[in-house]
């Protein structure tokens, strides 16, 4: 089932306060910005010849984002959000919730492994 996007700028182009150029790749993009700048250079050119017509060098993002609020069509409304780039929906981004990201496991301690280096006086 495809829904109409309802989204806020934000959506689009990420945080307000964070210049949407200095996102980096993510593979849990949360804005549809970063998950342009995440795509593989050959997914760009995919891309830009298949849906624009151009070369890689010659497609900018906001022409992408213009597409997409064109189109105005994702297949989901939960995270992560499944945006179409193109009407007939060849070309998709997933776009993960800001707070998701927040609830995520942070990674535990180091465990040593049993190539480490001795801690104990008494290992060595």
């Known amino acids: 089932m495809a829904y109409a996007l309802s989204f806020a700028e934000e959506f689009f182009w990420g945080d307000p306060d964070i210049p949407p150029e200095t996102l980096r790749p993510s593979d849990r993009p949360t804005s549809v910005y970063q998950a342009l700048v995440s ?12 849906v624009f017509g151009v070369t890689p060098d010659r497609l900018e993002i906001s022409t992408v984002i213009a597409r997409i609020q064109e189109t ?13 780039v193109d009407a007939d929906g060849w070309y998709r981004l997933l776009v993960f919730d800001r707070k998701e990201e927040s609830r995520a496991p942070r990674p535990s301690a180091p465990v040593s492994s ?6 104990s006086v008494h290992d060595r």
């Open 39 to 50: 795509l593989s250079a050959h997914e760009w050119a995919e891309l830009a010849r298949d």
């Open 72 to 84: 105005n069509t994702c297949g989901s409304l939960a995270s992560p959000v499944d945006v179409f």
């Open 114 to 119: 049993p190539t480490a280096e001795p801690t």
